[in-house]
């Protein structure tokens, strides 16, 4: 079983930085890549961003790419999401996921995920 605990979440102006921190525990080495959605109110839950632990690639959904950077600390178990110049159209829910190394199907789409954090609230303040 898996654990995954956000934080770092928090009420920013627009234009600010938050950083938001995932941190992993119990049976992660059959992870081989973590993700980040979120979900608005009456939205559906989107992707963000996702890297691969061994070797580190990142993606970004378009919306974000070039104001948040994703980052892992292997020996921490933990995972990060810069996110600068941020837009009141980044307020929602953030979470993080762990993809398993044998799942199948895009890192992009919620079913390549196999646990999920509860998540941690943004809001950005126009």
């Known amino acids: 079983q898996v654990q995954l605990v956000e934080s770092g979440g928090g009420l920013v102006q627009a234009g600010g930085s938050l950083r938001l921190s995932c941190a992993a525990s119990?049976?992660?080495?059959?992870?081989?890549?973590m993700g980040w959605f979120r979900q608005a109110p009456g939205k559906e839950r989107e992707f963000v961003s996702a890297?691969?632990?061994?070797?580190?690639?990142?993606y970004y959904a378009d919306s974000v790419k070039g104001r948040f950077t994703i980052s892992r600390d292997s020996a921490r178990n933990t995972v990060y999401l810069q996110m600068n110049s941020l837009k009141p159209e980044d307020t929602a829910v953030y979470h993080c996921?762990?993809?398993?190394?044998?799942?199948?199907?895009?890192?992009?789409?919620?079913?390549?995920?196999?646990?999920w954090g509860q998540g941690t609230q943004v809001t950005v303040s126009s």
């Open positions: 996921a762990m993809a398993g190394a044998y799942s199948g199907g895009s890192l992009l789409s919620t079913r390549r995920y196999d646990s």
């Open positions: 119990g049976r992660t080495f059959s992870s081989d890549a």
């Open positions: 890297i691969r632990w061994s070797s580190g690639g990142t």
